[in-house]
């Protein structure tokens, strides 16, 4: 596995290959979603580290979806709204953080 970026959220373009936390992707970002591991802030989520995995999971965050980040919020850039395979789902950053995905490539 690739390591995971610390790009700043508001970098302009993607890189070919880089894996990301959902929470770092800048709007039009598009990826493959390569883990999803409850992990980061337990006490942050309002509910269980397994809880929000299982939660993440039944939304269809597994292994191998396309995702694409389509809006973020005008406050702190929270909640985000991403393209989901073929439906639109919207999440607070802070869960998105346990949610990892490879981004496409640079964008045009």
């Not at 985000?80 to 607070?92: C, E, G």
Request: glycine share 8%; charged share 30%; hydrophobic share 45%.
């Amino acid at each position: 596995m690739n390591d995971i970026s610390t790009r700043p959220a508001a970098e302009a373009s993607s890189v070919d290959g880089v894996i990301v936390r959902l929470s770092e992707a800048s709007l039009g970002d598009v990826g493959t979603i390569v883990d999803v591991r409850a992990e980061s802030s337990p006490n942050n989520h309002g509910v269980d580290l397994e809880e929000l995995q299982r939660r993440l999971l039944e939304f269809g965050f597994v292994e191998g979806a396309r995702i694409e980040v389509i809006h973020q919020g005008a406050i702190r850039r929270d909640p985000i709204a991403v393209r989901l395979d073929d439906m639109s789902v919207a999440l607070r950053r802070r869960d998105a953080e346990d949610v990892f995905i490879l981004l496409d490539g640079a964008r045009p």
